[in-house]
């Protein structure tokens, strides 16, 4: 009887909790009255469970209603809820949530009247919560670009005043000034791959994956700037969160010639050494998907919704394929290469294709190199080396160059 007792209560509470779990919201005004009513008795978010819960609710409700008027609001009352938890909590995964969805409401819902917000709140969450100056210029200055007559005009321009990045401008000035139109000199969009909480792969002795790849990401534009073959722009310059989604919105708003993503690679079982370079592919070779799953983490829910298949298939219709193929070849070989005579032999883990999330939004050839292996000591000692890092950012520069010189050659 007692076993019964307890059976029957195991039972209760395993309904319980499959109840919540699966608790749909149907009604947008009841749950935003639930969440105002929680904001003003719990100002100052001390029952961060049901705020939490609340923010998570919210941000189903946008995807499960699809963009509506209401879900979208919906979406923004989730981010304003991520955020007065990031500020009681000074947890960052609350805020790189809001990142992440603020970054989805303007990209997909630029007519909404909350974009305009949207976006002084993301250039006001890089600002504060980063200190990212590059990223903060870059939302307030969509709303100067976009919006010329909405209401966070002012705002944005308040903002900028204050705090924009001045020297960035000039430099662009001073090119408009030499070359009489900017893309004249193609622009190559560098993204160092994960920053902020997401850490990439770590070595044994505590070298990060995110550090390596921003220092050779840097390195590389400092040479092109000297160089003045191509221009440079990158995706992060500082140790801070950024959106896979928004990696590509970057490249496609330079209208970037060719896009890179550098990342080190890992093996959780078993050493090796070597480069390797993808493009971008649906393939069904099971270790690039392996492999495509851990570095498409960081984007994790945006995967699951329906437009990875639109974009997908306008990047097709774009047939980038051959001219990614072209890139992914021109700077493995030239990086295998060069590094085998500067350091010795070089395993060639050759050129691969994997459906990178990444990679889908960007509208240009676009390629993901895994520079060694942190797991490897030996791989490990020399990426923290700064000459060995100098060398492979050298050797990706002459790679750009020779495949620019064959997209002209090949093109005239
Ligand atoms: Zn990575």
Redesign the pocket.
């Known amino acids: 009887m007692k076993y019964l007792q307890q059976f029957s209560q195991f039972i209760s509470i395993l309904l319980l909790f499959a109840c919540n779990l699966h608790a749909q919201d149907t009604d947008y005004y009841q749950l935003k009255s639930e969440y105002l009513s929680l904001k003003n008795s719990d100002p100052r978010i001390s029952k961060e469970k049901e705020w939490v819960n609340l923010a998570k609710r919210l941000e189903r409700f946008y995807f499960e209603h699809g963009s509506n008027k209401d879900s979208v609001e919906a979406l923004y009352n989730a981010v304003i809820a991520y955020e007065e938890i990031y500020k009681a909590t000074s947890d960052k995964t609350m805020l790189n949530t809001a990142i992440t969805l603020l970054t989805r409401l303007y990209r997909d819902h630029p007519h909404h009247e909350l974009a305009d917000d949207a976006l002084i709140r993301l250039g006001n969450a890089y600002l504060y919560g980063y200190g990212s100056k590059t990223l903060a210029e870059r939302a307030y200055s969509k709303v100067i670009d976009e919006y010329p007559d909405s209401d966070m005009y002012p705002v944005a321009l308040a903002k900028l005043k204050q705090h924009g990045e001045r020297k960035e401008r000039q430099t662009e000035v001073k090119a408009k000034l030499k070359y009489g139109n900017l893309h004249q000199v193609p622009v190559v969009v560098i993204d160092p ?2 920053g902020g909480e997401d850490t ?2 770590r070595g044994k002795y505590g070298l990060l ?2 550090d390596v ?1 921003l220092d050779i990401a840097l390195k590389i534009k400092k040479m092109a700037e000297k160089q003045n073959n191509f221009s440079v722009k990158l995706t992060r310059t500082s140790d801070v969160f950024v959106p896979l989604v928004e990696r590509a919105n970057i490249a496609n708003d330079f209208e970037a010639s060719i896009f890179l993503s550098l ?4 093996l959780t079982k078993g050493k090796t050494t070597g480069i390797e370079t993808y493009y971008l592919d649906n393939t069904k070779d099971k270790a690039s998907q392996r492999l495509a799953a ?2 498409n983490q960081a984007g994790l829910f945006l995967q699951k919704t329906p437009d990875l298949n639109f974009i997908l298939s306008d990047l097709i219709q774009r047939a980038k394929l051959p001219d990614s193929i072209l890139l992914a070849k021109t700077i493995h070989t030239t990086l295998v290469k060069g590094m085998a005579q500067k350091w010795g032999g070089q395993k060639d883990l050759g050129i691969k294709k994997a459906p990178f999330y990444l990679l889908v939004g960007a509208h240009m050839p676009c390629i993901l190199l ?1 520079l060694y292996f942190i797991n490897n000591p030996k791989d490990e000692e020399r990426l923290s080396q700064e000459n060995f890092r100098m060398d492979i950012a050298k050797e990706i520069v002459k790679g750009i160059e020779k495949y620019f010189l064959k997209v002209t050659y090949e093109k005239h």
């Open positions: 791959g994960h990439g792969a994956e995110k790849v990342h080190v690679n890992s851990i570095e895994e």
